[in-house]
């Protein structure tokens, strides 16, 4: 019996080892055709770069000498990131209010792309900060204004923040002095992105 057992074992171990050799193979396979999937869409990519020399032989004069005032937005946009992450830093724990993920604003990945020159690489990263840097601050600020101002205007503005439509009506005195605690904590669309239900706001 044991002798039978024994075989059986040993059976089951020589095919799980087979399985498992066919599953690496599998994955080798998928990986290799995948790399060759990647550099064929690199090359097809390619073919769309435009060079460095022509791309700049192609722009207008006017263009060209505008890129240094657009290029000297680094400074402005560089210093209210930092302000802007300090005080954060400092002024939303002692409020209470969740931080903000400057990584889900600032996203660098289109410089990446293979059609792409150095000049186009350079102005997509820069795109990529400006941007992700004024939506950062956008929350930032919304989350700061739901805490000290959560009131709606008296006419409509236009492109209002998320946090916007929480906010209470324009005058309404007794809404707002009732309110205003609650919507002080009121971040759950934050703290369920962010946190398992367990973690929640003690």
């Given at each position: 019996?044991?002798?039978?057992?024994?075989?059986?074992?040993?059976?089951?171990?020589?095919?799980?080892?087979?399985?498992?050799?066919?599953?690496?193979?599998?994955?080798?396979?998928?990986?290799?055709?995948?790399?060759?999937?990647?550099?064929?869409?690199?090359?097809?990519?390619?073919?769309?770069?435009?060079?460095?020399?022509?791309?700049?032989?192609?722009?207008?004069?006017?263009?060209?000498?505008?890129?240094?005032?657009?290029?000297?937005?680094?400074?402005?946009?560089?210093?209210?990131?930092l302000?802007?992450?300090?005080?954060?830093?400092?002024?939303?724990?002692?409020?209470?209010?969740?931080?903000?993920?400057?990584?889900?604003?600032?996203?660098?990945?289109?410089?990446?792309?293979?059609?792409?020159?150095?000049?186009?690489?350079?102005?997509?990263?820069?795109c990529?900060?400006?941007?992700?840097?004024?939506?950062?601050?956008?929350?930032?600020?919304?989350?700061?204004?739901?805490?000290?101002?959560?009131?709606?205007?008296?006419?409509?503005?236009?492109?209002?923040?998320?946090?916007?439509?929480k906010?209470?009506?324009?005058?309404?005195?007794?809404?707002?002095?009732?309110?205003?605690?609650?919507?002080?904590?009121?971040?759950?669309?934050?703290?369920?992105?962010?946190?398992?239900?367990?973690?929640?706001?003690?």
């Amino acid at each position: 019996m044991k002798d039978r057992i024994d075989e059986l074992l040993a059976r089951i171990t020589a095919l799980q080892d087979e399985l498992d050799n066919e599953y690496r193979r599998a994955r080798e396979d998928w990986a290799r055709k995948k790399a060759e999937l990647a550099d064929e869409l690199a090359r097809q990519q390619r073919r769309y770069k435009t060079g460095l020399f022509r791309f700049i032989a192609r722009s207008r004069i006017l263009v060209l000498l505008t890129a240094p005032v657009i290029y000297a937005g680094w400074i402005p946009f560089l210093l209210i990131d930092l302000f802007v992450t300090i005080y954060q830093g400092i002024c939303f724990p002692v409020y209470r209010i969740p931080k903000v993920r400057r990584a889900d604003y600032i996203v660098f990945d289109r410089e990446d792309l293979p059609y792409l020159n150095l000049v186009e690489k350079f102005n997509c990263f820069y795109c990529s900060y400006g941007n992700g840097v004024a939506a950062y601050v956008r929350e930032v600020a919304a989350r700061t204004e739901q805490y000290w101002c959560p009131i709606k205007h008296a006419r409509r503005i236009r492109a209002a923040h998320d946090r916007y439509p929480k906010f209470f009506d324009y005058g309404d005195a007794e809404a707002f002095q009732q309110g205003l605690s609650r919507l002080r904590r009121q971040y759950d669309d934050v703290e369920e992105a962010k946190a398992p239900a367990s973690r929640r706001d003690d």
